[in-house]
């Protein structure tokens, strides 16, 4: 069965601060990684991932990913209160590539 | 252009009646999913499809049916809702399963 385990499921920090968001994965026929953001409606799109040791960047977010490793990671620095929100990270393999997700981190940005 | 449309976007049920969570794409996708998140649990996949006829079942696809009978709509129909079906519905489409990943904006469902 595919998995997807997302570290930490949550995390507080301060205004500022970098946080490092975790994305393990077990999938047969891996095609691609996902990283989205939720607020409070529908995830929005932030990285797609397939090569590994390409950062891909977004401002103050950069994801990388590490296909031997089988594992991502989703940087932020100098967050801000905006930045608070459910990060999700899924996975599109297995039969019929299908996407499977992890269950998230809650970064709660303080300021 | 109106991407992913998810129709209703609240609803109340009681145990035991159906309904049908409807979606609608005009991107001309192939890739069509829904998912349910309950809080601590993510997203999980119920039914996917990767075309008109052809549907899959996902990791939750129990008291849920699909159908595909046209590229653009992707109907979830629970048939006899209970409790435990409470939940935020996410519909998505994409060009295929590797490409970015549309939602739609949700559809809350409460089973009394």
Same mark, same amino acid.
């Given at each position: 069965e595919d998995k997807v385990v997302q570290s930490p499921l949550s995390l507080v920090v301060h205004e500022g601060d970098t946080v490092t968001l975790n994305c393990s994965y077990e999938v047969t026929n891996f095609r691609s990684l996902l990283w989205y953001k939720q607020e409070k409606k529908a995830p929005t799109f932030l990285f797609m991932l397939t090569s590994s040791g390409i950062e891909k960047k977004s401002g103050r977010l950069s994801s990388i990913l590490d296909k031997k490793e089988l594992f991502s990671i989703l940087n932020i620095t100098a &967050?801000? &209160?905006?930045?608070?929100a459910i990060y999700l990270c899924a996975v599109v393999g297995g039969s019929n590539y299908k996407l499977t997700f992890g269950k998230g981190t809650l970064l709660t940005v303080n300021p | 252009n109106a991407g992913v449309t998810q129709t209703p976007k609240f609803q109340v049920l009681k145990t035991g009646q159906s309904m049908t969570l409807q979606c609608a794409q005009d991107?001309?996708?192939?890739y069509m999913s829904w998912y349910r998140q309950d809080p601590g649990m993510g997203l999980r996949l119920i039914h996917y499809s990767v075309g008109a006829g052809i549907t899959d079942q996902g990791e939750v696809p129990n008291g849920y049916n699909v159908s595909r009978s046209t590229t653009e709509d992707f109907p979830l129909r629970l048939l006899s809702a209970a409790p435990s079906q409470t939940s935020v519905y996410f519909c998505a489409s994409s060009y295929d399963s590797g490409n970015t990943i549309y939602f739609g904006e949700g559809s809350w469902l409460t089973v009394v």
């Open positions: &967050t801000q &209160t905006g930045d608070s | 991107m001309n996708h192939e």
